[in-house]
């Protein structure tokens, strides 16, 4: 069942000329689901979300809750729960207090107030700390507050703006994992902005990847992992290479393209690519799925080691990559520097061989169709 809706959403402000913050913004979102807006600083995320809290009206478009229309509706009055990259609490007020805060006014009932708090923070995991000042509570602790605040009045939905950010990285992996917890056991369909996309893959059931005012993609974790869209997409998720390389042959879901060493490989590639023999593709291959093989084989392509990372989980190599070489000689002997184009690659693999070092010249193979697919620019 559809919850939210943006249709045709855009948003100019007077100040900043032509450019839209944001752009012919379309997206659906499931009841009960996590979705999160995800992009670069001044992407529109936070614009975003803010015209479906109702603090900004759109330029132009449509937005939806449960199919009524809500465009022009004031934040009061959407039944939207907000959490704050700043908790945004007041201070001077108990944790109770704070919590209680939207019930007050609401006009509920006290004796039903302090039973409703006392459940938001058992929630939270904070059961006893009702009576506490707001500066006795670490930043984890005060963006769980934040949270207790926002569900404690059972809205119909709730929007998180980078709620982690000011927590340090071991507490920001602890939250986002109660925050998802108790999203899922209240099931309140949320919307959550962030610019970390580790933070995203790891909480969202589907993520909407922004870039200048524009959705460039929206999917699964997975999808947008394993299937990017486009370049940027490719690029912002995680690390990926992304490969210029001529098509061979061309089919509805696969393309095959040229090694530099004339060996073909196969990739996955969106329905419409578009792409036919002859043309150049863009293929991305994620850095743990390239493989180390000797420089001599045939079917590698060919690489020179620039730098190597031991991050302890996995080894990362840099390596330049000759991606366009005409060059006609023995493949053995065959230089990575002599002519043609370099690409720059990484590879990341659990057990390199510690004599692997910078200078040295390797083979690399490029993974098969599942996991080598096809973007546009
Ligand atoms: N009130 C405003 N007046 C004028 N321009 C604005 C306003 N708010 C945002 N913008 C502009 O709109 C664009 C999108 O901003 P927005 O805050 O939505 O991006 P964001 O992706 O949330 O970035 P960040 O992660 O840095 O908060 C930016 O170019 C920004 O400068």
Not at 49 to 75: C, E, H, K, W
Not at 93 to 117: C, E, P
Request: aromatic share 6%; hydrophobic share 40%.
């Amino acid at each position: 069942m559809i919850d939210v809706e943006l249709e045709s959403v855009s948003k100019r402000f007077a100040k900043s000329g032509d450019a839209a913050a944001v752009d012919d913004v379309n997206l659906t979102i499931g009841a009960g689901e996590f979705f999160t807006l995800l992009g670069p600083s001044g992407c529109g995320k936070t614009t975003t979300l803010r015209m479906v809290a109702g603090f900004y009206f759109p330029s132009a478009g449509n937005i939806r809750f449960g199919g009524q229309d809500v465009t022009r509706l004031a934040p009061n009055k959407r039944d939207t729960g907000m959490v704050f990259q700043n908790y945004a609490l007041f201070p001077h007020m108990t944790v109770a207090q704070n919590v209680a805060y939207g019930l007050k006014v609401r006009k509920v009932s006290r004796a039903d107030a302090a039973r409703r708090v006392a459940e938001a923070l058992a929630e939270v995991h904070l059961d006893g700390y009702g009576p506490r000042r707001i500066d006795q509570l670490s930043g984890g602790q005060q963006q769980r507050v934040a949270l207790a605040r926002a569900l404690v009045i059972r809205p119909r939905m709730l929007l998180l703006d980078e709620p982690l950010s000011n927590l340090d990285a071991k507490l920001r992996e602890e939250t986002r994992t109660e925050i998802r917890r108790i999203q899922r056991e209240s099931g309140t369909t949320s919307i959550y902005v962030t610019h970390d996309q580790a933070e995203a893959m790891a909480m969202s059931d589907r993520i909407a990847v922004m870039q200048s005012g524009r959705v460039q993609q929206v999917g699964t974790p997975r999808e947008v992992y394993h299937q990017p869209a486009n370049a940027f997409v490719a690029r912002f998720i995680g690390r990926s290479n992304v490969l210029s390389l001529p098509v061979a042959a061309a089919e509805a879901t696969r393309v095959d393209v040229v090694l530099p060493s004339g060996g073909q490989v196969s990739a996955g590639a969106p329905e419409g690519h578009g792409l036919r023999e002859g043309d150049t593709a863009l293929v991305s291959a994620r850095p743990e799925y390239v493989t180390l093989v000797s420089a001599t084989d045939a079917d590698a392509l060919r690489g020179q080691v620039t730098a190597v990372e031991f991050t302890g989980m996995t080894t990362h190599l840099t390596l330049d990559v000759a991606t366009r070489d005409v060059a006609t000689r023995d493949v053995a002997t065959r230089d990575v520097d002599t002519g043609g184009e370099k690409t720059q690659m990484t590879v990341a693999a659990v057990d390199t061989p510690e004599r692997i070092g910078v200078g040295d010249r390797v083979g690399l193979r490029l993974p098969s169709a599942q996991r080598l697919w096809v973007v546009r620019p």
